[in-house]
Antibody, heavy 120, light 111 residues
Framework: QLQLQESGPGLVKPSETLSLTCTVS??????????WTWIRQPPGKGFEWLGT???????NYNPSLQSRITMSVDTSKNQFSLRLTSVTAADTAVYFC????????????WGQGTTVTVSS | QSVLTQPPSVSGAPGQRVTISCTGK?????????VHWYQQIPGTAPKLLIY???IRPSGVPDRFSGSKSGSSASLAITGLQPDDEADYYC???????????FGTGTRVTVL
C-alpha cells in the first residue's frame, strides 16, 4: 500500500529556508507513470500547487514561487524534497506531498501533511 | 492562487441531493484540461473523489458524480449522508498561469 510521509521542522524563522522531505513507501519513486508533487494549504484557506518533480529530476515549479523554490529527488532513499528560501509569515501552511498521475494529472495519493509555522 | 470559483457552502438534509459548481475560464477548464474533485475532512489530507471530470476511483461510492460543460464543472452528491460533511475542492491546470490550480472550496453541511 502506497504511503507518503512528510518530515521537517515545524518552525522556521522569517528570512530563513524551509526544508521538507517526503518519504515514499510501498512503491518505487522511480516509476514512469507518476510525478511527485508538493502542495500547501495556509490556515483556513485553499490549496496552492508548489511544484512537481519526476524521478529523472525534471521539474515544474509554480511561477509565483520560481525564485524561491527548489525540489529534488533521491531515488536511493525513495524520497523527494522541497526547499523554500526567504520565508515570511505568508509561507505558514500545512505542506502536503502527493503522487500525481501522468496523463490525468490528478493527485491520487496524499501524505498526511505537516504544519510549518514561520515565526521568530 | 484560487482561480476556480466554488460556492462557499451548500447544505442538505440526509438523503437529499446537492451539487457543487466549479467555474473556471478558457485557460483552464474551458481549454479542456482535466478537472478533479477532492474531499477534505478538516484536519486531514484530501481524498481523490473524481478524476477526469467524471471518473470515480475504486472505493468511491456511486453517490458521487462529476460532470463538465464549457468552462465549468460540477460535483453532485446524492443520498446525502452525515459522513459527507466535509470541504470539497476542484482542481485543474491553467495554461496562462502555467500552474495547477484549485477551487476556492465548498463546505458541505448535512442538516
Amino acid at each position: 500500500q502506497l504511503q507518503l510521509q512528510e518530515s521537517g521542522p515545524g518552525l522556521v524563522k522569517p528570512s530563513e529556508t524551509l526544508s521538507l522531505t517526503c518519504t515514499v513507501s510501498g512503491d518505487s519513486i522511480s516509476t514512469t507513470d507518476y510525478f511527485w508533487t508538493w502542495i500547501r494549504q495556509p490556515p483556513g484557506k485553499g490549496f496552492e500547487w508548489l511544484g512537481t518533480i519526476y524521478f529523472s529530476g525534471s521539474k515544474n515549479y509554480n511561477p509565483s514561487l520560481q525564485s524561491r523554490i527548489t525540489m529534488s529527488v533521491d531515488t536511493s532513499k525513495n524520497q523527494f524534497s522541497l526547499r523554500l528560501t526567504s520565508v515570511t509569515a505568508a509561507d505558514t501552511a500545512v505542506y502536503f506531498c502527493a503522487r500525481q498521475r501522468r496523463g490525468w494529472d490528478d493527485l491520487h495519493v496524499w501524505g498526511q501533511g505537516t504544519t510549518v509555522t514561520v515565526s521568530s | 492562487q484560487s482561480v476556480l470559483t466554488q460556492p462557499p457552502s451548500v447544505s442538505g438534509a440526509p438523503g437529499q441531493r446537492v451539487t457543487i459548481s466549479c467555474t473556471g475560464k478558457s485557460s483552464n477548464i474551458g481549454a479542456g484540461h482535466n478537472v478533479h474533485w477532492y474531499q477534505q475532512i478538516p484536519g486531514t489530507a484530501p481524498k481523490l473523489l473524481i478524476y477526469g471530470g467524471s471518473i470515480r476511483p475504486s472505493g468511491v461510492p456511486d453517490r458521487f458524480s462529476g460532470s463538465k460543460s464549457g468552462s465549468s464543472a460540477s460535483l453532485a452528491i446524492t443520498g446525502l449522508q452525515p459522513d459527507d460533511e466535509a470541504d470539497y475542492y476542484c482542481q485543474s491546470y491553467d495554461s496562462s498561469l502555467s500552474a495547477y490550480v484549485f477551487g476556492t472550496g465548498t463546505r458541505v453541511t448535512v442538516l
